[in-house]
């Protein structure tokens, strides 16, 4: 029952703290204001998390792995890689929506000048990179250019495409330079994949 309790009252602190993250972001955050949201003392923030930077962290780390997997379970579907691409952009309009974005990014930053965020960033990040990498890899196989690109190099190249559009957007950058840009390369990998095997094919 103690453990039960304990693991219900830790889920409603990291709830608690993503409410608040999404409404006042990370450097207004308060871990009082998270404690009274949570209904809990604000020692048991401290007992469970240590800190507020550890409490974000895991927060951003809970939802990375829920999307981690939303995203491998598109990338196994039986789809053409044009129709999954436009999957990923309206994957990245709910994210935004859900404010999982703005708190990745306010974390990037603040892992800028503070070297045990930017590991725990790069850890979360990594899991992204790997997942486009053994995409890359399997589209490169089918289309035959397997030795022309590096998967290493294409995963880099639309990991950092959807970092750098979800900062722009969030700096309030619109169409063309960002969701529109992103969308339309659906439209070139269509042609490239109808051209060795037809919209049936699977990346």
């Known amino acids: 029952m103690t453990s039960r309790i304990t693991t219900t009252t830790k889920q409603n602190m990291l709830a608690a703290a993503k409410e608040s993250l999404i409404e006042s972001g990370y450097s207004n955050l308060s871990t009082r204001s998270i404690a009274e949201r949570a209904g809990v003392p604000l020692s048991q923030i401290h007992y469970h998390f240590g800190s507020k930077q550890n409490l974000v962290l895991e927060v951003l780390a809970e939802e990375n792995r829920r999307l981690l997997e939303r995203q491998e379970g598109m990338y196994a579907a039986d789809q053409p890689l044009w129709k999954q691409w436009e999957q990923a952009c309206d994957y990245l309009d709910d994210d935004l929506e ?32 790997t997942l486009l990498r053994s995409v890359a890899t399997a589209a490169l196989q089918r289309l035959g250019t397997t030795g022309t690109l590096d998967p290493e190099h294409v995963a880099v190249w639309v990991g950092t495409m959807f970092l750098g559009a979800e900062g722009m957007i969030l ?21 490239v994949e109808e051209r060795v095997g037809g919209e049936s094919s699977k990346p």
């Open 171 to 191: 700096l309030g950058f619109g169409d063309p330079m960002t969701r529109t840009a992103l969308r339309s390369l659906a439209g070139f990998i269509r042609t």
């Open 98 to 129: 859900s404010g999982y974005v703005r708190v990745l990014q306010e974390m990037m930053a603040a892992g800028w000048s503070d070297p045990a965020i930017a590991t725990a960033m790069r850890v979360l990040l990594e899991g992204w990179f």
